[in-house]
Every structure is written in structure tokens, then in C-alpha cells.
């Protein structure tokens, strides 16, 4: 039952559908295969932000913001380890990508927030699940885009020229091919419910939370690996600061230290500045004692959350009782069971540091990246959210171009192969900036189909 | 004040059954490859211990698991709110859902110093196979004071050896005052919801064992395992919820048939 098409892509996530909306409106036929009975993917698990900039909701927030501040926000998040040519292709394309998903249906909401890597406040916040519904129902209202769940690729299949022309694909125990005459698009995710392949990468996580689609095992990189595909970002898998350690049902991070808290370890110290990448933090937080911490902060911090934006969500955590409570410091002390008089001395300490406007400890200066005045911790009850790192996605994969055709290891384009969203290495280097991954999704699909149907 | 918490668990259904190394599924009943957790009773009255611990730091706790005893991840989770004793009594597999045999050796597994506790809390069923009716004949046995559906206990101020336990009444909660030492059956709702366990006690708790307590066979078993094994597939869902009419019996076999694999299709 061998299928014929014009693009085939695998999987069926935010990148998929924005890669097979893009090729089917240029007049491709497309096929998606999502291994999975269920599309969505780790896009749709997620906190629903995307980093744009430029765009009507934040001037209407009177936040200037542009492209030019992005592509140094995404620079600097990165430590300067990433592709200076992806970000400028993320950069060059996000704002027409904006306007896209909104012409498309896809509802923004209206408040704008600071999150991980952002000078200005840059979050643009949407309903994932619902994102991704959006645009696989558009793309199927094209009548050019067949999508098939229950299906894997199990291999890339290429011509006598070296040219990926479709895939192996299995259904059950029905093995088929599914030739695409355009080629492949990888958009099949990362890899972190593939603990073996985690730990070849980043050892020190092996313990840490694990969250992401099931799908996300890495079978798009191996494939692309057994025809020679190079890879970027591997060492810079990195969790995510702020997910509750033992809590099972909220799934999402939460940053508290974006709107002024502390993070402590068990000792009661402070161990990092806390306005950095969260992936940074994260990193940092995995290295204490019982690979966890507490985001301290007092009741105007918490009255400072946005309810609407998932990791700063602050009273909702409380109501869900993941946020610790009590009227003294010492309290909040003995509930988490840290040194009463190490805690008191150390937001004693980082009061004083706010005052003074110096942190001689970890040299912290506003509340993320270049945004916000710090804030005293005075004003009780006080608060402390347990935190860890958990592995939301690995951000780390595929070499790719500008025009998103893999790169193999010798740096030529593998003919036909082309990849988009999470499996894509390169973007982020040393860190991450909140919402350029489920952005790259957007936007790296739409690059992809472009470049795949202009051959 | 030394509070004794009896838990039992109840089935996991979100964690596999794993087949038994023996490869014999009968070997599974009452063994460590049942995959346990806490029911939400278990973790009310648990979390009241805590709360009472909170408010009286010389206050400590003794928990006696039975069912799920030999599930390591179930003993860590209760061991994971820093309990001064977890305690595993697992009963032979013949004396589980059997308030007779715990009442003649839970009472001894909960005593500290060969002294009983001021104060024994346990669900309002304890385990899959109570109906209810567990913490009523164990109070009877044991004779103590006993509340049944309490939903918070304090040490009352002022009166000493006293506690005070909060109920659902008719119209509006009622407060009951027993003498220590006392026993309550616990009912869930929002304010003994169980915390989260500390990062910190979760790891400690990895690194705990469990000693279980293996009371000496009173009698020789009146029933054994003879069979055992999982359906093929599960019935669940594949037909519209109704109520099973006829009698007992009736309703007993035509729940077996549709729970049997292969046999379910024969009723609507």
C-alpha cells in the first residue's frame, strides 16, 4: 500500500501542521505521519508561549520591542554557542509568523509578560493544545494534507542520486513507503523519553523530571543520523528550573524569581543569580544537595503573578497547594524544614542587597535578564515553592540552515531532508529564551515547506 | 504523644501488574509485584498526623502499612513525610479485607516501648476489601473511644488527654471530645488534603528499609490461591454502565462473565 505525495512530514506537532499549512496553501499535496494515535505532541504539553517581537499586543502594552532586540536577547540567552544564521532566521520570519497563526485562527493572549532571556517582556501567550488543533483543522480545510496517527517512520528513503525521497513507514505490522516528491520534513520532536540517549548527552540529569510527549524518543535524529546528519546544542541539554519536585499533576514550571523571589537550597542559602535562563538555573539547582530548592517570595510577589501565564501563575499554585505558606519566616522555615536562622539571614541579606542596588554574592540586577527592579521579601504571609529542573525538551538535534535542510557532517546539504521544531539543534546554543521553542516551531515549519516546495 | 497511623493500600491501576519472577501470576496475590498506592482515607488520616505533629514537635509517628507492605514505592511514599517508624504487617493472603486478624496484631505492630498510642487514625475503609467496617470492630476489639468520619483532630487546650475531633453533621460540622487514648476513622475533604513530601525526605526516604512484621500463623489457612491470571484484555469500557438487576447471585455471575475474557459479549 505504498503512498505517492508532493512533501511528507513526520509528526504531527506544531511544526508539522505549520509546515504542512504552509506547503499545502503554496498547492503541495502533503502527508503527515504521527506515529501516535494523538497529534500535538510536546506543543501541545506545553506552557503555550511563543517569543515574538514587534507585534500590536505589545504596543498596545507600550512595550518597545523589535527585531533587532530579539536577535541580541537571542544571542546573549544563548551565550553567543548559537547559530548566528538560525537566529537571524528566526529573527527575519517571526513577526510574519505572528501575523500568520493569527490570520489562521490562532488566539494570542492579550497580556504580554517577561520571562527567561527577555529585555522586555515578550511572551505572547496561547491555549497550545488548541493552537495545534487550529492549524491541523486549517491545514485539513485545504483538502491537500492527508494525515495518518498510528503511523511511524521507521527509515528515510533516498533515490539512486543520494536525493531523501520518503519514508519506511509502519502501521501495525504493515510496512509501507511513503514517497514524497518534494522530500522529508523532519518535525518529530526531541528526545526526552529516551533516557538512554539523555544520559549519553547530559549524565548529570539522569535523575531529574522527565516531561514531553511520548513520542519524543529521538527516531527522526536517527534516522537522519544513519545518512550522515550533524548535530548542534547536544551538550547544552539542560532542565528547566521551577517544576514542583513531587507534585504529578502540574506539569509546568514555575518562576516565581521572575517577579522577585529567591531561590534557596536545603541549607537555606542562595546558590545563583536568579535572574538568568531558567535553563541555567536549572542547572545550577540540579547541582544541590537533593537536586532541589525553594523560590521564596512574600505576598506581593505573589499578588505580582499572572494567572494567565503558566510558569508565573502564582496564586493558582497556592490554590492547587504546591505553594508552601506561613506568617513568619521562621515558619516557612520549619515547613520546609531549613535552618530558621540561615533563612532569615539570608533574605535579610538579599533585602539589604536590594537596598544597596549590589549583589555582592551573585552579582543579581534586575528580576529576568535586563527587565524589572528588584524587590524587597518583607511583606508577609511568605511563601516557598518547592523546585527542581525537569527536562521539558531536549532543544538540541538536527544541523540545519537558514532554509532548513539538515546539514551532514562534512557540511553539505543532505539533498531532500529538510527539519523543523524541536529536533532542530542550533537555535538556542548555551540556554533558552521562554517561547523561542514552540516560535521555531512556528517558524522554522513555514521556512521548511517553503524551502522543500521551491525545489 | 506518640500518633499510629494504619494504612492499606489500595490497587495502583496506573502502574503495571508485573508478572511475578516465578512467572506463576498466583504468586502475585499479596506479593511485591502488586503495585500499590495510599486511598485518598489513608492520605487524610495521614496528613492529620502530620498536621498534629506540626503543632506538637514532640509529637511522633508510627505508620503500619498492611496491604502493599512489600511494595517498596508505597512504603517510600509514606516514609517520605519523615515518619519516626514505617512499619510493614502484610497479612497472609486468606486474612486480607479481615478485621478479626488485624485486631489481633496491628495493635501490637503500632505500640512504641510496649506502650499502646494516645491516638490511632486509619481511613474510613481501610484498603480495597472494607466496606467501612474495619475501624469500628477494631476500636471495639481493642476498647478504646472511638469517632468514626472525623476530618481533623487537635490536642484540646486546657483539658489535658484530651482530643478534640471536627465531623460532617447535619447541617453543620460537629466537634467530639474523646480522652486519649483514642481512635478515629478519617474522611477526606479539602483541608486534610495530603501535602506534597519535601525533595529532601523523598531521597532520605530511598535510602530507608522497611522492617516487616510477620505475626505467627494462628490457624491454618482456610482458603488458598489455587489460580490466578490477568484478563487478556479489559472489559472496561467496552459496554454502556447499567445496574445488574436479579439477585445477588444472579448479578455475582453476570459480573464474572462480563469481567472473564472472551465471555463478555454474551450480555448487553
Given at each position: ?180 516528491r518534494l522530500g522529508v520534513i523532519l518535525a518529530s520532536g526531541g528526545f526526552n523519553q529516551n533516557a538512554e540517549l539523555v544520559h549519553r548527552y547530559a549524565p548529570q540529569y539522569d535523575h531529574a523530571v522527565f516531561i514531553g510527549g511520548a513520542g519524543n524518543v529521538g527516531d ?236 | ?268
Amino acid at each position: 500500500m505504498d503512498l505517492n505525495t508532493d512533501l511528507v512530514i513526520v509528526g504531527g506537532g506544531l511544526a508539522g501542521f505549520c509546515a504542512a499549512l504552509e506547503a499545502a496553501c503554496a498547492g503541495h499535496q502533503v502527508i503527515i505521519l504521527e506515529k501516535l494515535a494523538e497529534t500535538g505532541g510536546s506543543s501541545a504539553m506545553s506552557g503555550g508561549c511563543l517569543a515574538f517581537a514587534g507585534t500590536d499586543l505589545q504596543a498596545a502594552d507600550n512595550i518597545e520591542d523589535s527585531s533587532e532586540l530579539l536577535y541580541k536577547d537571542l544571542r546573549e540567552v544563548g551565550l553567543f554557542e548559537n547559530d548566528d544564521e538560525l537566529v537571524r532566521a528566526y529573527v527575519d520570519h517571526q513577526l510574519e509568523t505572528y501575523q500568520w497563526l493569527k490570520r489562521a485562527g490562532v488566539q494570542f493572549g492579550a497580556h504580554i509578560e517577561a520571562s527567561s532571556g527577555q529585555s522586555v517582556p515578550r511572551v505572547h501567550n496561547v491555549d497550545p493544545a488548541d493552537m495545534v488543533r487550529i492549524l491541523a483543522a486549517k491545514a485539513k480545510q485545504t483538502g491537500k494534507v492527508q494525515l495518518l496517527t498510528g503511523v511511524a517512520a521507521q527509515r528515510l528513503v533516498q533515490d539512486d542520486a543520494g536525493r531523501v525521497n520518503g519514508v519506511i513507514a509502519l502501521k501495525g505490522a504493515d510496512s509501507f513507503k511513503v514517497a514524497g516528491r518534494l522530500g522529508v520534513i523532519l518535525a518529530s520532536g526531541g528526545f526526552n523519553q529516551n533516557a538512554e540517549l539523555v544520559h549519553r548527552y547530559a549524565p548529570q540529569y539522569d535523575h531529574a523530571v522527565f516531561i514531553g510527549g511520548a513520542g519524543n524518543v529521538g527516531d527522526g535524529l536517527k534516522m537522519a543520523w544513519k545518512l550522515g546528519a550533524d548535530v548542534r546544542d547536544m551538550i547544552y541539554i539542560k532542565g528547566t528550573f521551577g517544576k514542583h519536585p513531587t507534585d504529578e499533576t502540574n506539569h509546568h514550571s514555575c518562576l516565581a524569581v521572575y517577579k522577585g523571589a529567591i531561590a534557596v537550597n536545603q541549607d537555606g542559602k542562595r546558590f545563583v543569580n536568579e535572574s538568568i535562563s531558567y535553563k541555567l538555573l536549572g542547572d545550577a539547582c540540579i547541582a544541590q544537595p537533593y537536586g532541589a530548592a525553594y523560590q521564596i517570595l512574600d505576598r506581593r510577589i505573589l499578588e505580582s503573578g499572572d494567572n494567565l501565564t503558566r510558569i508565573l501563575d502564582l496564586e493558582r499554585r497556592l490554590e492547587e497547594g504546591l505553594m508552601l505558606e506561613a506568617d513568619t519566616l521562621e515558619q516557612l522555615a520549619a515547613q520546609i524544614e531549613i535552618p530558621a536562622e540561615a533563612l532569615v539571614r539570608t533574605v535579610s541579606d538579599y533585602n539589604s542587597y536590594v537596598d544597596a542596588g549590589h549583589d555582592p554574592d551573585f552579582g543579581r540586577k534586575r528580576l529576568v535578564h535586563e527587565f524589572g527592579e528588584l524587590v524587597r521579601i518583607e511583606q508577609p504571609p511568605f511563601y516557598a515553592y518547592p523546585s527542581t529542573a525537569a527536562v521539558f525538551g531536549t532543544y538540541c538535534g538536527l544541523r540545519v540552515d537558514a532554509a532548513m535542510r539538515v546539514i551532514d557532517v562534512f557540511g553539505d546539504p543532505l539533498p531532500g531532508l529538510y527539519a523543523a521544531g524541536e529536533i532542530v539543534g542550533g537555535l538556542h546554543g548555551g540556554a533558552y529564551m521562554t517561547g523561542s521553542a514552540l516560535g521555531k516551531a512556528a517558524i522554522f515549519g513555514r521556512i521548511a515547506a517553503r524551502t522543500a516546495g521551491s525545489i | 504523644m506518640h500518633i499510629a497511623v494504619l494504612i492499606a493500600g489500595v490497587a495502583d491501576t496506573k502502574r503495571p501488574l508485573e508478572r511475578p519472577k516465578s512467572g506463576n501470576w498466583k504468586d502475585s496475590v499479596g506479593e511485591q509485584a502488586t503495585p500499590f498506592k495510599l486511598s485518598p482515607f489513608d492520605e487524610a488520616a495521614l496528613e492529620i498526623a502530620l498536621k498534629l505533629r506540626d503543632r506538637d514537635s514532640n509529637a511522633n509517628i508510627t505508620v503500619v502499612v498492611t496491604d502493599g507492605a512489600r511494595d517498596l514505592a508505597l512504603m517510600r511514599s509514606v516514609a517520605s513525610f519523615r515518619i519516626s517508624a514505617v512499619l510493614g504487617l502484610p497479612p497472609p493472603p486468606q486474612h486480607r479485607g479481615d478485621p478479626a486478624w488485624l485486631a489481633r496484631h496491628a495493635l501490637r505492630a503500632m505500640e512504641q516501648n510496649g506502650k499502646a498510642p494516645d491516638l490511632i487514625l486509619m481511613g474510613r475503609e481501610h484498603g480495597d476489601l472494607d466496606d467501612g467496617m474495619a475501624a469500628a470492630y477494631l476500636a471495639d476489639s481493642w476498647q478504646l473511644p472511638f469517632i468514626g468520619l472525623a476530618l481533623d483532630v487537635h490536642i484540646q487546650e486546657g483539658a489535658n488527654g484530651c482530643l478534640s475531633f471536627r465531623r460532617s453533621g447535619i447541617g453543620s460540622d460537629e466537634s467530639i471530645t474523646l480522652p486519649m487514648p483514642a481512635f478515629a476513622s478519617v474522611s477526606n475533604d479539602k483541608s486534610n488534603r495530603l501535602r506534597h513530601p519535601l525533595m529532601k525526605n523523598v531521597m532520605l526516604a530511598k535510602q530507608q528499609s522497611f522492617p516487616l512484621i510477620a505475626p505467627q500463623a494462628d490457624e491454618t489457612p482456610s482458603m488458598k490461591v489455587t489460580d490466578a491470571e490477568p484478563p487478556a484484555a479489559s472489559a472496561r469500557g467496552t459496554r454502556e454502565c447499567r445496574i445488574l438487576q436479579g439477585s445477588l447471585e444472579e448479578q455475582a455471575l453476570e459480573l464474572a462473565a462480563y469481567l472473564k475474557p472472551g465471555e463478555n459479549t454474551a450480555h448487553p
